[in-house]
């Protein structure tokens, strides 16, 4: 019988996909009992490993009281409160606001929206440049799309979002360029610290930092998106953190609950949120689970164990295990570098690498393939020789 679902960056006519049923720590297995390395933590995401059952309770807990229920005026609820205050805490805004969505694509099209009514608000009608980095990924909502830096993704749909301008992920010059040129009409620039699906891109010494000196010298607002970078991924909270940069608006999502429910957001400087804060003034946008209890009370049991286990500096160590690995690979000659930070790092072979996805797979580790590339993004609680289960599994299919 012909499958009903839709898959999500997926041929429409494969019909044989893997049904996983079980998770365990940085384990998953399919229906046929078959075990898994999760060297993706689900889809760059799930930082606590799964099966968490202090998680699932949380849940429980909040659905027994009431599971879902709008935060639109007037109302809100004690879970939604407290993880955005949390996540706030947490980040380089713990004075600022916490908007709060279902998917990293939101949290984009949210960011992207207000940094634009940013502009518009003080009389700067013309500001609506978006400017892009080349391999960026910022989810697959019409705005995130638009400005994305992987122009695969962006053909085939029809005219997206106007007013956006391209410019490399690493030369600085060109960026100060396009600055000198259309610095006025520039609204925001959208960067991830590491650009993870493009290829776990680290950026060059000084990158991020001057970007956030042409947009302080411009009028510019900075977005940082955070969505697989933050909650420990680099080795800080934020990857903003990690590389000294203080954005005005920071998008999240993934790892705030690690993937138990869908949750994401937007965090805004105390400079943008005073700027809103105006008894005049109507936020016209919103979305009908934004704060949904569940979602928010699995986010916070999510950060409570990140912090307890003392995630974030362990990211670290998953780290050094993962480039060991890799700088194995490399004197052996199987792959041609490495790079990456805290726990997220790529193997480069100058070559195509995505028809070895299902090799992989077969060799029990679910790793990421990008290009010319093959990428890890593990549990922060992943132990240390199932680290190199997926480094091994690398060399026996790449040998």
Same mark, same amino acid.
């Given at each position: 019988m012909p499958i009903t679902q839709l898959h999500p960056f997926s041929s429409p006519a494969k019909e044989d996909f893997?049904?996983?049923?079980?998770g365990k720590g940085s384990l998953v297995w399919d229906d046929s009992g078959k075990e898994y390395v999760d060297g993706m933590a689900n889809l760059w995401l799930c930082q606590v490993g799964h099966g968490r059952?202090?998680?699932n309770d949380a849940v429980a807990d909040q659905m027994g009281k009431i599971a879902g229920y709008n935060t639109f005026d007037p109302f809100t609820n004690e879970a939604a409160d407290a993880v955005a205050a949390k996540i706030a805490s947490v980040s380089p805004h713990p004075d600022g606001r916490v908007f709060l969505a279902n998917s990293g694509s939101e949290a984009v099209d949210t960011a992207l929206k207000l940094a634009r009514l940013h502009h518009q608000r003080r009389g700067e009608a013309d500001r609506q440049i978006i400017v892009r980095r080349t391999h960026g990924y910022h989810g697959t909502n019409v705005g995130g799309t638009s400005v994305q830096g992987i122009a695969p993704n962006r053909e085939g749909w029809g005219d997206l979002l106007p007013h956006v301008m391209?410019?490399?992920?690493?030369?600085?010059e060109v960026a100060a360029q396009m600055f000198s040129e259309h610095?006025?009409?520039?609204? *925001?620039?959208?960067?991830?610290?590491?650009?993870g699906a493009g290829g776990v891109i680290v950026p060059p010494d000084g990158y991020l930092q001057g970007l956030r000196r042409l947009c302080d010298q411009h009028g510019a607002l900075l977005i940082a998106d955070e969505v697989i970078c933050g909650f420990g991924r680099t080795g800080s909270w934020f990857g903003s953190q990690t590389y000294g940069v203080t954005p005005d608006l920071m998008t999240f999502a993934k790892g705030v609950s690690s993937g138990y429910l869908p949750l994401s957001g937007v965090i805004l400087s105390r400079d943008m949120a005073? *700027?809103?804060?105006?008894?005049?003034f109507l936020f016209r946008h919103g979305y009908t689970y934004s704060g949904?209890?569940?979602?928010?009370?699995a986010g916070l049991a999510n950060l409570e164990i990140i912090e307890r286990e003392g995630l974030v500096d362990r990211a670290n160590h998953v780290g050094e295990v993962l480039s060991e690995g890799l700088r194995s690979l490399q004197d052996d000659?199987?792959?041609e570098s490495y790079r990456g930070v805290g726990a997220i790092w790529a193997a480069e072979f100058g070559r195509d690498t995505t028809l070895h996805k299902m090799a992989l797979v077969d060799k029990g580790a679910i790793l990421?393939?990008?290009g010319t590339c093959v990428t890890f993004c593990p549990p922060l609680v992943t132990p240390d020789d199932q680290l190199v289960r997926l480094t091994d599994a690398v060399a026996e299919v790449f040998a």
């Open positions: 893997i049904k996983i049923v079980k059952q202090e998680i391209e410019i490399p992920s690493d030369d600085i610095g006025s009409r520039i609204a *925001a620039v959208i960067s991830e610290p590491v650009q005073t *700027a809103m804060e105006d008894d005049g949904h209890p569940a979602a928010c009370a000659g199987l792959i990421r393939p990008v």
